[in-house]
């Protein structure tokens, strides 16, 4: 509720019980990074490297990165809506995330950290969903890492070719 009007719905697409919903993508990165150092990788953030097709390259910074190992990560917390339906704009943002991942160097290992959030309607993650409908976009290689918020584990998801 608008805290001037109690009357007024929020219309603002907040994430309930959150600050902001920049304090939940920086808490979940925060999360990522500890994942990421518990399989042995450090990351650096705001890491850049340069992307683009053929010749034509161009700085795209990713979220985490590093040159040793080679790695980028690119972290989304996306849930489902709460209707239950998929939130298409959101992973719209997740094409756009492969789509970089498809111009990067060859030699960077890409690691997309996701929040598991299941939906007992559709029996399946929305990372599973995802893949049901867009592998075709998925570059080989693509390690989907899907975060269990109360396990506090990760479980590796990677596109069916």
Request: hydrophobic letters at 40%.
């Amino acid at each position: 509720m608008d805290d001037a009007n109690p009357n007024r719905a929020m219309t603002n697409f907040q994430r309930i019980g959150a600050i902001s919903n920049t304090h939940v993508g920086v808490d979940f990165e925060a999360l990522a990074v500890l994942s990421l150092e518990a399989a042995g990788i450090k990351v650096h953030p705001r890491f850049a490297v340069p992307v683009g097709i053929g010749q034509r390259k161009k700085g795209h910074t990713f979220d985490f990165g590093s040159d040793d190992p080679p790695v980028l990560v690119e972290c989304k917390c996306h849930r489902w809506t709460a209707g239950g339906n998929a939130p298409s704009a959101k992973l719209t943002v997740w094409n756009e995330a492969m789509y970089y991942f498809s111009l990067a160097p060859v030699k960077y290992r890409r690691i997309f950290f996701v929040l598991r959030d299941y939906s007992t309607r559709r029996r399946q993650t929305l990372a599973e969903h995802y893949l049901t409908r867009y592998s075709h976009l998925v570059p080989d290689g693509v390690e989907i890492w899907e975060f269990d918020e109360i396990e506090k584990s990760c479980r590796i998801l990677t596109a069916a070719k």
